[in-house]
């Protein structure tokens, strides 16, 4: 069965610095990897995703997400922090058996970002 | 293009009503799914469709819980006998076919769901 622990409920950083969001998971399969992004009020949006291929994916609002399968780890990063980055982040793997593509999701990581 | 939509945005009911959330998918996409998010976890999957068929209904929590998609489109979650356990926020996504793995799910706002 997959699973995914997200380290560090709430995450404070100054603006201009280094965003690390801490993600690992558990899966008895190839994983397939997400990171969504929740503002207030609004739906879950994809910030990225790792299927097959180069293990540094890029995303949007200039986030990035490296998957490390050696440390089940999929950290999301950002190297320098926008007030419009405070939001809720969320990583998710994909644990569907055959074609479903349902996710599993972390608890979740509130981003705070300081003036 | 229109995105997913969710309708009541937020619904307040009594223990032991019945309740319908309805969703309205981005056209096209045949792939379904609904989540629940309590309050400070992350979205905990409940079921899905392909087309019409509920192809995996593992995380419906009871019986009370059903969901239908008549025609592959509009999709409608109905609780039974409401508990105040069922409050959360009710989320819907849909992706392109075929819905499997890789395919990027987009979420709805969601239904705010309280049962007093």
């Known amino acids: 069965a997959q699973s995914v622990t997200q380290l560090g409920s709430h995450v404070s950083v100054s603006e201009g610095a280094l965003v690390l969001l801490r993600c690992n998971y558990s899966s008895s399969v190839p994983p397939y990897l997400f990171w969504y992004v929740q503002y207030p009020n609004q739906g879950l949006q994809l910030l990225l995703k790792y299927t097959t291929g180069a293990t540094l994916v890029k995303g949007i609002n200039g986030f990035e997400a490296e998957f490390k399968k050696s440390e089940t780890s999929f950290h999301l990063t950002k190297p320098s922090a926008h007030m419009s980055d405070a939001a809720e982040y969320f990583c998710?793997?994909?644990?569907?058996?055959?074609?479903?593509?349902?996710?599993?999701f972390g608890q979740g990581t509130t981003l705070q970002v300081k003036p | 293009g229109a995105g997913v939509s969710q309708t009541p945005s937020n619904k307040v009911t009594e223990k032991g009503k019945y309740v319908e959330l309805r969703c309205d998918p981005i056209?096209?996409?045949?792939?379904l799914y609904w989540y629940r998010q309590s309050l400070g976890q992350g979205p905990e999957f409940l079921i899905y469709?392909?087309?019409?068929?509920?192809?995996?209904d593992s995380g419906l929590p009871n019986d009370r819980f059903f969901a239908v998609r008549p025609e592959g489109s509009v999709s409608t979650l109905k609780i039974q006998r409401t508990e105040r356990g069922d409050s959360a926020v009710y989320l819907c996504?849909?992706?392109?076919?075929?819905?499997?793995?890789?395919?990027?799910?987009?979420f709805g706002p969601g239904t705010r769901l309280t049962v007093l």
């Open positions: 996504a849909s992706s392109t076919p075929p819905g499997t793995h890789t395919d990027t799910q987009y």
């Open positions: 056209s096209g996409h045949t792939a």
């Open positions: 469709f392909q087309g019409t068929g509920a192809a995996d």
């Open positions: 998710a793997v994909g644990a569907g058996s055959g074609n479903t593509g349902k996710l599993i």
